[in-house]
């Protein structure tokens, strides 16, 4: 596996939505993120579908995966399916917010 890939997954837990006090990753919004050459593929979605910070949590995502060394562009797709939901947050997440 390219050690990239958990580079960029721990720049992600620096990505927070600004509606809920959880990075982006622990909140399961991160489906995948993949290296080809030097571009990042990141599949992701969000919280709501009219979501009104949506761009900014994107330019966010393409800017800290852009921030590993070998990383040139990064190609950010938003996905509604599956839709998010509560159950694909991390536990730590679940427990911060108060679901467990």
Do not use: H
């Amino acid at each position: 596996m390219d050690e990239r890939i958990d580079q960029i997954i721990e720049n992600l837990k620096q990505v927070y939505d600004p509606e809920i006090p959880v990075n982006i990753y622990d909140l399961g919004m991160v489906y995948s993120v993949d290296i080809e050459g030097d571009e990042a593929k990141i599949v992701m979605t969000l919280t709501a579908p009219n979501c009104p910070v949506a761009d900014m949590i994107i330019s966010d995502v393409e800017y800290m995966a852009k921030k590993v060394e070998g990383i040139e562009s990064c190609k950010v797709e938003v996905t509604f399916d599956p839709p998010w939901d509560k159950s694909m947050m991390s536990e730590e997440a679940r427990l911060e917010l108060g679901f467990m």
